[in-house]
């Protein structure tokens, strides 16, 4: 009975669905809050700010679904006679959940502590995929499916609207916290990325995907090849990358930084228009020396850049010399580096976020 317990006590046991429920929603929010994290790194245009208010609310509705857990099986943990093999992997699961969340919460404030290889966001992200993982292993170990009786309908709904507005709102209430408090987090971009001033070469990180850093391009033997569907196709030596055009742009990468440069170097729709594209031509793909490499919609392609140099230098080896990408309101894992060959081709390329992923291996 509820009577005599204070009322945020009785709200708190409303609020708590039927054990199995709360497991399978636990289930259902990780998959929701990885897959939205997965999506939060396609976009960066205001559109997208849904799906990051969406990982957000997610994730702190997940603590208290935690929450609600971990008190139901506290006894598990504390006395040792209960203890299973299942005890170990139920143990890590619930460390890496909290450490999860812990590096997401710290995120937001706008903290960003230096870690040997890895970005902080970057940690984020592996202990989110390692989180579904044990989570499916987990699973295993005590599957109960779900159950009718477990939803009532109304009720349910009712509480996850509850839990869901509740994760919006402490959101939103930490966003005046870092304002109230001016943490770094006030400056972070809608993507949640930290800001690198100055401009040219020295003034953002080098980042490359997981394995993906070559040799300095041999600019001798350097040339830069426009084919696929053209009646014209096109080779330009180091010598004949000749810049025609500039433009700000803002490079915003998902490890959590971003910068705004002046880009400068080749026009690609000046240059699609030398190569003569066939009519059935429906994509431009942009393939660097490593293999690595990434589609655009071709009109979306003439609007982009291959910059030869940022914020008045020439590009270091680094940053994609000779030649990359600047791709506008792409996240920064579009704008391949070290560009050698740009395709025109008359379908998409779905196998390029495999090839991005395993390029340089
Ligand atoms: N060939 C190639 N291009 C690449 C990458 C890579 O690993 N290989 N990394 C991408 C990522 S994740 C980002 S954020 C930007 C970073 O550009 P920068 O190293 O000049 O800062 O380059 C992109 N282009
Ligand atoms: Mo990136």
Redesign the pocket.
């Known amino acids: 009975m509820s009577s005599g317990r204070s009322a945020p006590r009785r709200l708190l046991d409303w609020l708590r669905p039927s054990p199995r429920a709360v497991d399978w929603s636990i289930f259902v929010a990780v998959l929701l809050a990885a897959g939205s994290g997965v999506l939060s790194f396609l976009g960066m245009r205001p559109a997208w700010l849904g799906v990051f208010w969406f990982h957000r609310a997610v994730g702190l509705s997940l603590t208290v679904l935690i929450g609600f857990k971990l008190a139901r099986v506290r006894h598990r943990l504390t006395d040792s006679r209960q203890w299973q093999t299942s005890t170990a992997l139920s143990v890590s699961l619930a460390l890496t959940a909290a450490a999860t969340i812990g590096t997401g919460v710290i995120w937001v404030f706008g903290f960003t502590p230096e870690l040997p290889y890895f970005h902080f966001l970057s940690l984020h992200v592996g202990l989110g995929l390692l989180l579904v993982v044990l989570m499916v292993a987990h699973q295993r170990t005590r599957f109960r499916p779900p159950r009718r009786v477990d939803f009532d309908r109304r009720r349910t709904t009712m509480q996850y609207s509850v839990l869901l507005v509740a994760g919006a709102v402490t959101y939103r209430g930490q966003q005046l916290l870092n304002s109230l408090l001016k943490t770094p987090g006030d400056e972070r971009r809608l993507t949640g990325s930290k800001r690198e001033s100055g401009s040219g070469n020295g003034s953002?990180?080098?980042?490359?995907?997981?394995a993906?850093?070559?040799e300095p391009v041999d600019l001798s033997a350097y040339e830069l090849t426009v084919d696929g569907a053209v009646d014209q196709p096109l080779a330009l030596a180091y010598e004949d990358l000749d810049p025609d055009r500039s433009t700000a742009a803002l490079?915003d990468?998902?490890?959590g930084w971003y910068?705004e440069q002046e880009w400068r170097g080749l026009d690609i729709g000046s240059l699609l228009d030398a190569v003569e594209p066939e009519q059935a031509a429906t994509h431009v793909r942009f393939v660097?020396?490593?293999g690595?490499r990434w589609s655009l919609p071709i009109e979306e392609a003439r609007d982009c850049l291959l910059a030869t140099h940022v914020g008045g230098d020439r590009l270091a080896h680094?940053?994609?010399r000779p030649i990359?990408?600047v791709a506008p309101g792409r996240?920064?894992?579009?704008?391949?580096?070290?560009v050698e060959r740009v395709e025109v081709r008359t379908h998409g390329d779905p196998a390029q976020w495999l090839a991005t992923l395993v390029?340089?291996f």
């Open positions: 953002f990180p080098v980042t490359s995907w997981v993906d850093s070559p490079l990468c998902t490890s910068t660097s020396v490593t690595y680094g940053h994609g990359r990408l996240r920064g894992f579009q704008w391949v580096k070290w390029s340089g």
